[in-house]
């Protein structure tokens, strides 16, 4: 199995081709300066924990009509799922939300499947089906804020002024797509922060791992790369 962003690094185990910006010469640059540092840091996963778990009733009407109570950031993912399972036009499917109960990007795709298993069993059983996922199950299926590894490389005059960074960015994507290639995406408009680097060369790489589909948190992809 892979695990690690390491692990999958090496097997060439991608859920994407890599996204990359670059503005200037970062090798042009590296040589004219004075000191060149290369480092690596990453960050960890990081559980929503929202205050109601993933959770969804599907209510089968006349004519293949479902509607979906779902605690959804997404109602119009939902909607398109069920529809799919069950083979229906997405007219068909109406899905109502009340109220999330805590989202923070955990329930923005995840709570899908859920409505959609939900619809399958109450068009089978006709009648309503309430699926609820317990607090372990939640943490252990529904994915957590992307972990990263980063890669970098610095070039610095004695003044202190930087002159170049190239920056490796690799993301722990789980076993799906999901939101991955956003996430990466938002880490690269991110990279510069509020400098303006006049070399700058920025890499981002999702990484297909054997561990739960990783998805949204708030910033997406923000603070793995602020740091």
Same mark, same amino acid.
């Given at each position: 199995?892979?695990?690690?962003?390491?692990?999958? +690094?090496?097997?060439?185990?991608?859920?994407?081709?890599?996204?990359?910006?670059?503005?200037?010469? @970062? &090798?042009?640059?590296?040589?004219?300066?004075d000191?060149?540092?290369?480092?690596?840091?990453?960050?960890?996963?990081?559980?929503?924990?929202?205050?109601?778990?993933?959770?969804?009733?599907?209510?089968?009407?006349?004519?293949?009509?479902m509607?979906?109570?779902?605690?959804?950031?997404?109602?119009?993912?939902?909607?398109?799922?069920v529809?799919k399972?069950?083979g229906?036009?997405?007219?068909?499917? +109406? @899905?109502?939300?009340?109220? +999330?109960?805590?989202?923070?990007?955990?329930?923005?795709?995840?709570?899908? /499947?859920?409505?959609?298993? %939900?619809?399958?069993?109450a068009?089978?059983?006709?009648?309503?089906?309430?699926?609820?996922?317990?607090r372990?199950e939640?943490?252990? +299926?529904?994915?957590?804020?992307?972990?990263?590894?980063?890669?970098?490389?610095?070039?610095?005059?004695?003044?202190?002024?930087?002159?170049?960074?190239?920056?490796k960015?690799?993301s722990?994507?789980? /076993?799906?797509?999901?939101?991955? &290639? %956003?996430?990466?995406?938002? %880490?690269?408009? @991110?990279?510069?922060?509020?400098?303006? /680097?006049?070399?700058?060369?920025?890499?981002?790489?999702?990484?297909?791992?054997?561990?739960?589909?990783?998805?949204?948190?708030?910033?997406?992809?923000?603070p793995?790369?602020?740091?």
């Open positions: 199995p892979i695990i690690t962003i390491e692990q999958a +690094v090496e097997a060439k185990s991608l859920l994407a081709d890599p996204m990359t910006f670059q503005k200037g010469d @970062c &090798e042009a640059a590296f040589a004219q300066s000191f060149v540092k290369e480092g690596e840091m990453r960050t960890g996963g990081q559980e929503h924990f929202y205050m109601e778990t993933n959770c969804s009733m599907a209510v089968p009407g006349e004519e293949d009509e509607t979906i109570y779902a605690s959804t950031q997404h109602p119009a993912l939902s909607q398109m799922l529809a399972a069950l229906i036009p997405a007219n068909r499917v +109406v @899905c109502k939300v009340k109220r +999330v109960g805590g989202g923070f990007g955990g329930k923005q795709t995840r709570c899908g /499947w859920l409505s959609a298993a %939900a619809a399958v069993a068009r089978l059983a006709g009648c309503p089906v309430r699926f609820m996922l317990d372990d939640d943490m252990a +299926v529904t994915g957590q804020r992307h972990p990263f590894l980063v890669r970098h490389k610095v070039g610095f005059n004695k003044d202190g002024k930087v002159t170049a960074l190239d920056v960015m690799f722990n994507g789980g /076993w799906s797509a999901d939101l991955s &290639e %956003a996430v990466m995406a938002k %880490a690269l408009l @991110c990279i510069d922060h509020c400098y303006n /680097w006049p070399n700058l060369t920025a890499t981002g790489t999702v990484c297909r791992t054997n561990m739960p589909s990783n998805t949204a948190f708030r910033s997406v992809g923000a793995q790369i602020c740091v």
